[in-house]
Protein backbone atom coordinates (compact mmCIF):
# COMPACT_ATOMS: atom_id res chain seq x y z
CA UNK A 1 0.00 0.00 0.00
CA UNK A 2 2.74 2.55 0.55
CA UNK A 3 4.50 2.24 -2.51
CA UNK A 4 1.23 3.15 -4.44
CA UNK A 5 0.83 6.41 -2.08
CA UNK A 6 4.24 7.37 -3.01
CA UNK A 7 3.94 6.56 -6.61
CA UNK A 8 0.71 8.74 -6.99
CA UNK A 9 1.36 11.71 -3.90
CA UNK A 10 4.55 13.09 -5.82
CA UNK A 11 2.76 13.77 -9.37
CA UNK A 12 -0.19 15.33 -7.19
CA UNK A 13 1.81 17.25 -5.06
CA UNK A 14 4.04 18.62 -8.00
CA UNK A 15 1.08 19.62 -9.96
CA UNK A 16 -0.20 21.34 -6.79
CA UNK A 17 2.94 23.29 -6.37
CA UNK A 18 3.21 24.21 -10.13
CA UNK A 19 -0.60 25.51 -10.32
CA UNK A 20 0.30 27.57 -6.93
CA UNK A 21 3.43 29.06 -9.00
CA UNK A 22 1.16 29.73 -11.42
CA UNK A 23 -1.29 31.64 -10.02
CA UNK A 24 0.91 33.59 -7.88
CA UNK A 25 2.82 34.59 -11.22
CA UNK A 26 -0.12 35.83 -12.36
CA UNK A 27 -1.44 37.50 -9.68
CA UNK A 28 1.87 39.35 -9.65
CA UNK A 29 1.87 40.41 -13.44
CA UNK A 30 -2.01 41.54 -12.96
CA UNK A 31 -0.78 43.78 -9.82
CA UNK A 32 2.18 45.18 -11.75
CA UNK A 33 0.08 46.14 -14.82
CA UNK A 34 -2.45 47.90 -12.97
CA UNK A 35 0.53 50.50 -10.84
CA UNK A 36 0.53 53.91 -13.02
CA UNK A 37 3.07 55.57 -10.78
CA UNK A 38 1.12 56.96 -7.97
CA UNK A 39 -0.66 56.34 -4.71
CA UNK A 40 -4.65 55.71 -5.32
CA UNK A 41 -5.13 58.50 -2.64
CA UNK A 42 -3.56 61.23 -5.15
CA UNK A 43 -4.85 62.78 -8.32
CA UNK A 44 -2.26 63.53 -11.18
CA UNK A 45 -1.82 66.87 -9.60
CA UNK A 46 -0.48 65.95 -6.10
CA UNK A 47 2.12 63.45 -7.15
CA UNK A 48 5.09 65.71 -6.90
CA UNK A 49 8.57 64.33 -6.24
CA UNK A 50 8.57 67.22 -3.79
CA UNK A 51 5.87 65.89 -1.85
CA UNK A 52 8.54 63.34 0.51
CA UNK A 53 5.38 63.25 3.26
CA UNK A 54 2.88 61.66 1.11
CA UNK A 55 -0.69 64.24 2.09
CA UNK A 56 -2.84 65.51 -0.41
CA UNK A 57 -4.93 68.24 -0.39
CA UNK A 58 -8.41 67.81 1.16
CA UNK A 59 -11.71 67.61 -0.88
CA UNK A 60 -12.42 65.64 -3.71
CA UNK A 61 -10.66 67.36 -6.60
CA UNK A 62 -7.48 66.35 -4.87
CA UNK A 63 -8.21 62.34 -5.35
CA UNK A 64 -7.35 60.45 -7.87
CA UNK A 65 -10.56 58.60 -8.77
CA UNK A 66 -14.04 60.71 -8.79
CA UNK A 67 -16.20 60.88 -6.17
CA UNK A 68 -19.04 58.60 -6.07
CA UNK A 69 -21.66 60.63 -5.08
CA UNK A 70 -21.61 64.60 -4.60
CA UNK A 71 -20.01 65.27 -1.30
CA UNK A 72 -22.01 67.35 1.12
CA UNK A 73 -20.37 69.56 4.04
CA UNK A 74 -19.77 66.85 6.83
CA UNK A 75 -17.60 65.03 3.89
CA UNK A 76 -15.60 67.89 3.40
CA UNK A 77 -14.88 68.42 7.41
CA UNK A 78 -13.96 64.74 7.51
CA UNK A 79 -11.79 65.05 4.75
CA UNK A 80 -10.21 68.15 6.23
CA UNK A 81 -9.86 67.03 9.58
CA UNK A 82 -9.17 62.96 8.34
CA UNK A 83 -5.65 62.39 11.02
CA UNK A 84 -7.46 64.28 13.81
CA UNK A 85 -8.43 61.66 16.22
CA UNK A 86 -12.06 63.48 16.60
CA UNK A 87 -14.58 63.50 13.69
CA UNK A 88 -16.77 66.63 12.94
CA UNK A 89 -19.23 68.19 14.87
CA UNK A 90 -22.10 67.60 12.71
Known amino acids: MLPAIRRFALPVLTATLAAGA ?3 ALWRWRRSARHDG ?3 AFSNAETDPENFA ?3 SA ?3 AMRDPAARAW ?3 DQASDESFPASDPPGY
Open 59 to 61: GPD
Open 22 to 24: GVF
Open 72 to 74: DEV
Open 38 to 40: HAA
Open 54 to 56: QTR
